[in-house]
C-alpha cells in the first residue's frame, strides 16, 4: 500500500491537462466556507502540476447532494478561495451533469497553467454506484475524457470508497498517482501501523465500540499498550460486570469486548479501562455531576475520572509512537472535556514521538483544544483513517500506480 508512485514522479507535463480528485468537502454556511483547512491542504499538489505547465481540472465532492444539483452543495464558493491562494484564476462552470458540454469546452481551451474547477462530483447519482451501476462506468469516462490520461488522487477523506471520481476514472487513464496529501497519510498511518518505533500506544475513544471492533481487534497485534476512553469503554465496564447506570452500552457486543480482554491478555498487551468517572444526571453542561468510582443507578458517564487520567498518562510516559482516535468523554461540554483535554496534552507533550491524529472527533479535539501544531500527523480522513487503521486495503490507493 506505501509503495505508490506519486506527483513526484510525474514528468512531461507542460501543456498537459491533468485531472486531480480533491477533498474540498467543507463546511458551509449560508454559502461561506467555515473553514479552509483542506482547500490550503490541496495547495502543494496543484502548485506543483502549475509549476510544470500543466492545465490543471480538479473535481471534488461536497456533502451528500445524491444527484441532485443542490444549490446550497456547490463548489462555486471553492473556486475564488482556491484562486486566493494559488495566484492564479480558477475557472468554474456550474454545470449540473459536471461533465456537460460547457464544461467539456471549457477544458478543452484550458492553457498552460490554468485551472479548471468542477462542479460537485455527486451532483450525478452515478458518482457513488461505481461497480453497482454500469451507468457509472460512463460517467468515470466522462471524466476521464476531460484529461489527457493523467489522474492524480490527494482525496484521502474517500479513499476507502470505490467512486467513479477517485477510482473508476482510473480504468480510462494511463497514469494514475497520488497527490502530496494522500502521501502523507499513507506514510505517517502506515509507518505508525506497520513499522511503529516502540512502545506503540493507541488510545481509541468516541461512542461507540460497533465503529472500531476491526480498529481494536488489529490494533492488539500491533500495539504495546491500548488505553480505551469515551463511551465505548461502557460497554467493556458492564462486560466485566461493573454497574454502569445509564451510560452509554451496547448490549450486543458485550461477548466481543470480553474477547478482546482475552486476547489483550494472552499477545501480553496492556488493555486499559477507565478506574473512576465523571458522570452527569442528564445529557447537558450544565447538569448536576460528580466524580465516582462505580457509576450511581440513573446517572450516566460522561468522561473519565481523575485516577484515570493519572493512569492513561503515565501508560503514555516514554511512548514513541501514539496514534489516537476518539475522546475520551463527551469534550463538546466544558465541564467533561477535562479527560480528552488533559490526554490530549500528555500526547503533545511527548518528546520524539510520532503522534498520529486519526481523524474525526479527536482532530477537532486536538483543534479546539490548540494542540494541532504540537502533533506529528493529524490525519484528514475519519472513515478512511480508520478503516486503514483496521488493516483494510483503501480502494483509492489501491487504483493509484506502484513504483516498479
Known amino acids: 500500500m506505501l509503495n505508490k508512485k506519486t506527483v513526484d514522479d510525474l514528468t512531461g507535463l507542460q501543456g498537459k491537462k491533468v485531472l486531480v480528485r480533491c477533498d474540498f468537502n467543507v463546511p458551509l454556511k449560508d454559502g461561506v466556507i467555515q473553514n479552509y483547512n483542506r482547500i490550503d491542504g490541496a495547495i502543494p499538489t496543484i502548485k506543483k502540476l502549475l509549476d510544470q505547465g500543466a492545465k490543471v481540472i480538479l473535481c471534488s465532492h461536497l456533502g451528500k447532494p445524491k444527484g441532485e444539483p443542490l444549490p446550497e452543495m456547490s463548489l462555486a464558493p471553492v473556486a475564488p478561495a482556491l484562486s486566493e491562494r494559488l495566484g492564479v484564476e480558477v475557472k468554474f462552470v456550474d454545470d449540473p451533469k459536471v461533465t456537460g458540454p460547457e464544461t467539456q469546452k471549457v477544458a478543452a481551451e484550458l492553457k498552460d497553467g490554468e485551472v479548471l474547477l468542477l462542479q460537485n462530483t455527486r ?65 505517517f498511518l502506515g509507518q505508525a501501523v506497520e513499522n511503529p518505533v516502540r512502545p506503540f500506544v493507541a488510545i481509541l475513544g468516541g461512542a461507540k465500540v460497533s465503529d472500531k471492533i476491526n480498529v481494536i481487534n488489529n490494533l492488539l497485534d500491533k500495539v504495546d499498550t491500548l488505553i480505551i476512553g469515551g463511551g465505548m469503554a461502557y460497554t467493556f465496564e458492564k462486560a466485566q460486570g461493573e454497574e454502569i447506570g445509564n451510560s452509554l452500552c451496547e448490549e450486543d457486543k458485550l461477548d466481543y469486548a470480553l474477547e478482546m480482554i482475552k486476547k489483550a491478555e494472552e499477545k501480553g498487551v496492556k488493555l486499559l479501562l477507565p478506574v473512576d468517572h465523571v458522570e452527569g444526571r442528564e445529557f447537558s453542561n450544565d447538569t448536576e455531576r460528580k466524580v465516582v468510582d462505580v457509576i450511581d443507578a440513573g446517572w450516566s458517564g460522561f468522561d473519565i475520572g481523575p485516577k484515570t487520567i493519572a493512569l492513561y498518562k503515565a501508560a503514555l510516559e516514554g511512548a514513541k509512537t501514539v496514534v489516537w482516535n476518539g475522546p475520551m468523554g463527551v469534550f463538546e461540554f466544558s465541564n467533561f472535556a477535562e479527560g480528552t483535554l488533559e490526554v490530549c496534552r500528555a500526547v503533545a507533550d511527548l518528546q520524539d514521538a510520532t503522534t498520529v491524529i486519526g481523524g474525526g472527533d479527536s482532530v477537532n479535539a486536538v483543534k479546539r483544544l490548540g494542540f494541532a501544531d504540537k502533533m506529528t500527523h493529524i490525519s484528514t480522513g475519519g472513515g478512511a483513517s480508520l478503516e486503514f487503521l483496521e488493516g483494510k486495503e483503501l480502494p483509492g490507493v489501491a487504483a493509484a500506480d506502484n513504483r516498479l
Open 123 to 187: 451532483y450525478r447519482i452515478e458518482e457513488t454506484k461505481y461497480g453497482k451501476d454500469e451507468n457509472a462506468e460512463g460517467y468515470a469516462k466522462e471524466l476521464a475524457d476531460l484529461c489527457d490520461g493523467i489522474f492524480v488522487n490527494d482525496a484521502f477523506g474517500t479513499a476507502h470508497r470505490a467512486h467513479c471520481s477517485n477510482v473508476g476514472v482510473t480504468k480510462y487513464t494511463t497514469t494514475n498517482v497520488v497527490g502530496y496529501l494522500m502521501e502523507k497519510e499513507i506514510k
